[in-house]
């Protein structure tokens, strides 16, 4: 495979995952059973913070950069295009989805928008462009500090849930399950997502910056 074409093929897989990642936060907003952990921070800093909810979303995402620095974490292309187009495709699922009428339905929206959004994350970080903020930390803790990804991520959405709840947001029992589910989800889907002919690990010249899923991933 040339290197113009799996980059193209690249581009796409990170622009699909990306909006599969938008698209998996609608479905679990729309299920109003518990928002995600990081949007419970967001609601609750909205208490504390004269600003709107799209600012404190950027503002957050660039202190949450801050921490990268000691954990040796580059942003990429992706990290950048990880802000501008999840909001976007959140907010067309969001139109076109509808809140269901009855508690089971909207059980099974949240079912099904946390399953996707296992799938676009480790979608869009084999795509080998860099994670967005919130999941390089994911990524870095495991790197540095060898912990597995099932840890590090359980860990951050449980500190996320507890600062965004004694600030005031929003948490439910589908906070709760995504904060401890997400981790051991995400974690046997990353490396299926580098071994597309197109991933940097297969395709000549195209070499990506290491990530857990080209190292041994620890059995949870």
Known sequence: MSRPTALTLRFMQLFVGLFLYGASTALQVRAIVGVSSWTVLTEGLENVVPWSFGLITVVSSGAILLFWIPLRQKPGIGTLLNAL??????????????????????????????????????????????TGARDGLMVGLHERLGWPIWLARTLIEVTVVIVGWFLGGDVGVGTVIAAFAIGPMVQPLMPLFRRFPWSPDRAPGLEARPTPATEPMPVP
């Open 85 to 130: 187009a999840i909001g976007p495709s959140a907010d067309l699922v969001l139109w076109l989805v509808p809140t269901p009428a009855d508690l089971l339905g909207r059980i099974g929206l949240f079912v099904a928008g946390l399953l996707l959004l296992a799938v676009a994350t480790a979608f869009y970080i084999g795509a080998g462009f860099g």
